[in-house]
């Protein structure tokens, strides 16, 4: 299992947000690009970025700092990018930059088709981005929560030939009070492809327990505000999420 730091961007600021509300983000840097270089620096494997405004808006906001990020370090480490991404030139435009994996969250869920066509263009390069609280799929930046189970829909596009799923507690996420291990190995156990668990994780116990779900198909966790907080060592965590 790998550790995936996040650099959520809002206004062009490196941000964290509580539970998804973007009046309640705290700003960690102004130089998304420096941040990038920080978090290679310290082995990062990958890179996930998502772009807040975009996911609020619809449509890529912060587009010009994630080609910073990626042009900077895109070689060296992989990046996996979502956050307003509604069609099919928007995935073709992030990995023409050098992006090596497009998250499509609510568009996967309102427009499924779209996922198909993107799958089938771009084989081995979509990520499916599903959010939920108590077990429901939340979409448009998490400010709706929809009837659709997220064990349902992961199936679902699992056959579409998603890469991969991330899940995200989004109750837990930004507030430090420990991932959902519950719900994710539940996910992860339904599924034949690889699950990246996020929210919550606030601790390198959270770390461990993660790291025991890899037999069930979890392959990576993103953590974000913990370790802009120093809630725990990066460095030291990675290597607990690799080798225990």
């Not at 895109?74 to 509604?86: A, D, F, M, T, Y």
């Not at 699950?195 to 993103?222: C, F, W």
Request: include cysteine; aromatic fraction near 6%.
């Amino acid at each position: 299992m790998i550790l995936i730091p996040a650099i959520d961007l809002k206004d062009g600021q490196c941000v964290r947000l509580r539970q998804g509300l973007m009046e309640d983000a705290t700003v960690f840097s102004d130089d998304p690009l420096a941040m990038g270089r920080h978090w290679q620096d310290l082995g990062a494997e990958r890179l996930h970025l998502v772009d807040l405004n975009g996911a609020f808006e619809g449509k890529p906001e912060n587009e010009l700092a994630i080609g910073k990020i990626v042009e900077a370090i895109g070689e060296n480490v992989p990046v996996q990018v979502g956050g307003g991404i509604r069609d099919l030139p928007t995935v073709e435009r992030y990995l023409d930059r050098g992006v090596t994996f497009v998250i499509i969250g609510t568009a996967a869920v309102r427009k499924p088709e779209f996922l198909k066509e993107a799958c089938s263009a771009f084989p081995g390069h979509i990520i499916v981005g599903l959010d939920g609280k108590e077990g429901k799929v939340a979409v448009d930046g998490w400010a709706k929560v929809t009837e659709d189970r997220v064990i349902d829909l992961a199936q679902k596009f699992q056959d579409y030939g998603v890469e991969g799923v991330i899940y995200t507690d989004i109750g837990r996420d930004g507030m430090m009070t420990g991932a959902n291990i519950e719900s994710t190995q539940e996910l992860a156990s339904a599924l034949d492809i690889p699950v990246i668990a996020s929210g919550g994780i606030s601790s390198i116990d959270d770390i461990r327990r993660l790291r025991e779900l890899e037999k069930h198909g979890v392959t990576a966790a993103i953590t974000g505000r913990a370790i802009y907080e120093s809630a725990f060592d990066f460095k030291e965590a990675n290597q607990i999420a690799k080798c225990g």
